[in-house]
């Protein structure tokens, strides 16, 4: 069983600043990617960000320069530093994690609760 712990969402202003961090535990053997999507009301869940574990990074376009993902391999911890947010950003954010059980083994994922970000005009 897998476990993912997300924390640091919230009410901010637009040009505001917001830190979510996920933090897996469990059967985890080793870990290949995590990252964090996003999904707003009545719209698909979409990649926001994301990071192997070599530190290769993928973003979004519309949060290219603004949001930063950063990873603690030794604490199996993903985080997302949110600067410059807009209305827009607005919606529910999920980490997402791509793991082995075992080496060798198959990869699976999993997804956490989600954790509100709203961000007012």
């Known amino acids: 069983q897998v476990q993912l712990v997300e924390s640091g969402g919230g009410l901010v202003q637009a040009g505001g600043s917001l830190r979510l961090s996920c933090a897996a535990s469990?059967?985890?053997?080793?870990?290949?990617?995590m990252g964090w999507y996003r999904q707003a009301p009545g719209k698909q869940r979409d990649m926001v960000a994301s990071i192997t574990s070599g530190g290769s990074t993928n973003y979004a376009d519309s949060v290219k320069g603004r949001f930063t993902i950063s990873r603690d391999n030794a604490n199996n911890t993903v985080y997302l530093q949110m600067n410059s947010l807009k209305p827009e950003d607005t919606a529910v954010y999920y980490c997402h994690v791509l793991y082995n059980k075992r080496w060798l083994g198959n990869e699976y994922d999993y997804w956490g609760q989600g954790t509100q970000v709203t961000v007012s005009s």
């Open positions: 469990g059967s985890i053997f080793s870990i290949n990617a």
